[in-house]
């Protein structure tokens, strides 16, 4: 309903419900604008302009972009980026799906393995950067270094082989 003056309506209620839902709702607003988009705008700004720590000395334009375009480091970054972003795809996509319906098909156990695939979104992140820590800790202190001296090998530095890098942060993110 649109508002009309002579009958005191704003947005479909009456006046006194219209401005109380906007004074619950400004706040949330202004703290949306404030941490989300104030950001992301002065991100983009910025990109544009020569800066001293946060201030703006002069403008670029498109100069950044080209800077960075010419790094080497740059092409090494993206397919690291499209690399995880994919595998993070696939796996956070498909293999809950496939999961899903074998899960939904299993008449024994059901529950055990509904509240096992659930528990990991409940479990705050600091435990399970901890869990994933003594897991792939450097050393015989690791399990997974454990499990692997067990078998007669050197223990394996997990977190600091570069082509282990994206499949750990995967597994671990996912």
């Known amino acids: ?21 906007w004074g619950l709702m400004i706040p949330g607003i202004i703290l949306f604008t404030f941490f989300l988009w104030y950001p992301i705008i002065y991100g983009i700004v910025l990109s544009f302009a020569e800066t001293k720590g946060l201030t703006i000395i002069g403008f670029t334009g498109l100069g950044n972009y080209e800077k960075i375009l010419k790094l080497p480091e740059f092409t090494s970054a993206l397919v690291n980026c499209f690399s ?29 393995f509904r509240i096992s695939m659930y528990f990991p979104s409940i479990v705050p992140i600091i435990a399970t950067t901890l869990m994933w820590k003594f897991l792939m800790n450097p050393g015989g202190s690791g399990m997974l270094n454990a499990i692997i001296m067990s078998f007669g090998h050197e223990p394996f530095q997990w977190l600091e082989n570069e082509s282990f890098t994206i499949p750990l942060i995967i597994s671990t993110m996912t």
């Open 1 to 21: 309903m649109i508002y009309k003056k002579d009958s005191k309506t704003f947005f479909g209620g009456n006046m006194k419900n219209g401005l109380s839902g």
């Open 84 to 112: 995880y972003t994919f595998w993070s795809l696939i796996i956070g996509f498909f293999v809950p799906i496939i999961l899903a319906v074998i899960i939904s098909e299993l008449t024994h156990g059901a529950s055990f």
